[in-house]
């Protein structure tokens, strides 16, 4: 069974940081594009960023210079590093895994259950 379990979530003061990590565990090749999206209430899944086989990585315009991806394959965990937070930051954060070899990371099949970041001004 393939698992994605996100931790490091919690509540913090605008500019303030937090690591998110999750573990992936089963049947997944560290090959696999590994992502994070966020979802606000009432708002849309948002790709934040992803990381390739490569190490590649990718973010989305907001936050770009704020946040930043990384994975260790000998664990196989994913983490996400966010400085300066904002409060529109503010969302469940979701970990992502590709269930086949993707180079350009677009198809993110197996996802975790998520870990509340909440940032207050």
């Known amino acids: 069974e393939v698992q994605l379990v996100e931790s490091g979530g919690g509540s913090v003061q605008a500019g303030g940081s937090l690591r998110l990590s999750c573990e992936v565990s089963?049947?997944?090749?560290?090959?696999?594009?590994r992502g994070w999206f966020r979802q606000a209430p009432g708002k849309g899944r948002e790709a934040v960023a992803h990381?390739?086989?490569?190490?590649?990585?990718s973010y989305t315009d907001s936050v770009k210079g704020r946040f930043t991806i990384s994975k260790d394959n000998t664990t196989n965990t994913v983490y996400l590093q966010m400085n300066t937070l904002k409060p529109e930051d503010t969302a469940m954060y979701y970990c992502?895994?590709?269930?086949?070899?993707?180079?350009?990371?677009?198809?993110?099949?197996?996802w975790g259950q998520g870990t509340q970041v909440t940032v207050s001004s």
């Open positions: 992502a895994s590709g269930a086949r070899y993707d180079g350009d990371c677009t198809d993110f099949l197996f």
């Open positions: 089963g049947d997944i090749s560290i090959r696999y594009c």
């Open positions: 990381i390739n086989m490569q190490g590649t990585t």
